[in-house]
């Protein structure tokens, strides 16, 4: 069986220095808010090329704790408007809702997979404070008409880059492109930990210090309690791991790109519908934009395909099988129709890719797709 993620594969390649790790940490004593958790902060904003980063519990608090802390600022205020990606997962949704905003939803583009701009203005209303832009399976999606409106509607760009950790827009990284970016470290992300795990980048000092403070109790001073603040903090044991992955980020977005080319040039065009770059003016293999932390088709007997490639080892996954305003959680958002994001999610289908996956596998899959009838 190919496994779609093999994430103890993955892992194998730190264990020695992962173990030596939990070594130091014991001995050391400080197991919370430690000298860990500060270097990583220091090497992801070096990474990410923002000025601060806030390592908190996991992705979505981080970007809970971005809308929280502009309630706090009174930058929004409870029933404004935050538009959002309708076919996202529901934890960027969760975060809008979680602090009484109101998720707007959006239909993408079908091609790409992320927030069409040009659905964005006819969403605007006075109600609108942000948009909260998802670089869904590891592309930028970011483009110069979205900062243009931005500006024009005078709105916030938050961004989710729980799936791109890497990615470029022009030179600069996601996550350092908008006003504060939520950053998940969940095993299966793109840089994973041993467990939960999240950080904030921003290079907004006051938005760094009040998201700090917000997951520490809302203290920055023992004892002494600004916010009603929540307990969300990067753990020192996880931080200590993510230094010791992070120097291999690069070099395993460079894997992932060569095996997405692979497929885009071997996967038959006239069966499957394949990912398509929203600025494809280069080669995959070269293509900053993306780090394909998944690689995903369309067929429209998506299930049939699901069900043949299991049948011939081949274990893929759906992201995602249901859309956020279909789910019991969000019926208020049911009556919507929003048919693109319903084809999507009918349709796609994401095929085994990371950084340990052997060139031989990736053929075999190929193979075993092409003759797919
Ligand atoms: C994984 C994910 C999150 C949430 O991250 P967790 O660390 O699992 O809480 C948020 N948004 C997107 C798009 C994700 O894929």
């Given at each position: ?46 990474y990410i090329g ?90 930028n999606?970011l483009?110069d ?21 890497g990615a470029m827009y022009k030179g600069k990284r996601t996550g350092s492109l ?101 600025d494809?003016s280069q080669?995959?293999?070269n293509n900053l934009s ?84």
């Open positions: 069986m190919i496994k779609f993620l093999d994430i103890a594969k993955i892992n194998q390649k730190y264990k020695i220095d992962f173990l030596n790790m939990v070594s130091k940490v014991i001995d050391k004593g400080q197991l919370i808010l430690g000298d860990e958790v500060q270097a990583f902060e220091k090497e992801y904003t070096e923002t000025n601060y980063c806030i390592g908190v519990g996991n992705g979505l608090d981080a970007l809970r704790l971005i809308f929280r802390a502009y309630l706090e600022l009174g930058v929004f205020k409870p029933d404004d408007e935050i538009i959002v990606p309708a076919n996202t997962y529901i934890a960027s949704i969760l975060a809008i809702s979680d602090n009484h905003l109101k998720p707007i939803l959006v239909e993408p583009n079908l091609e790409t997979y992320n927030i069409n701009p040009d659905n964005l203005e006819k969403a605007i209303t006075s109600k609108t404070k942000a948009i909260l832009i998802v670089h869904l399976y590891g592309q999606a483009t008409k979205i900062f243009e409106i931005a500006k024009k509607y005078d709105l916030k760009i938050i961004e989710d880059n729980a799936q791109a950790h908008g006003e504060a970016a939520g950053h998940s470290f969940y095993p299966g992300k793109i840089l994973g930990a041993l467990g939960d795990g999240g950080a904030v980048t921003t290079n907004n000092k006051y938005l760094a210090d009040v998201i700090r403070t917000l997951g520490n109790y809302g203290s920055s001073q023992k004892y002494v309690h600004n916010f009603k603040g929540l307990n969300s903090r990067l753990d020192e044991l996880q931080a200590a791991f993510l230094r010791i992955k992070l120097p291999y980020l690069e070099s395993d977005n460079k894997v992932r790109r060569n095996i997405a080319a692979y497929y885009s040039e071997q996967l038959d065009p006239d069966k499957f519908i394949l990912p398509k770059l929203i494809n080669s995959i293999i993306h780090v394909w932390h998944l690689y995903v088709i369309r067929h429209p007997e998506r299930d049939r395909l699901q069900k043949y490639l299991l049948d011939n080892g081949v274990e893929t996954i759906i992201h995602y099988p249901i859309p956020p305003h279909k789910q019991k959680a969000y019926s208020e958002y049911s009556y919507l129709s929003l048919p693109i994001t319903e084809k999507i999610h009918n349709e796609v289908l994401s095929l085994p890719i990371s950084q340990v996956q052997t060139i031989d596998d990736t053929k075999k899959i190929v193979g075993i797709l092409n003759k797919f009838i």
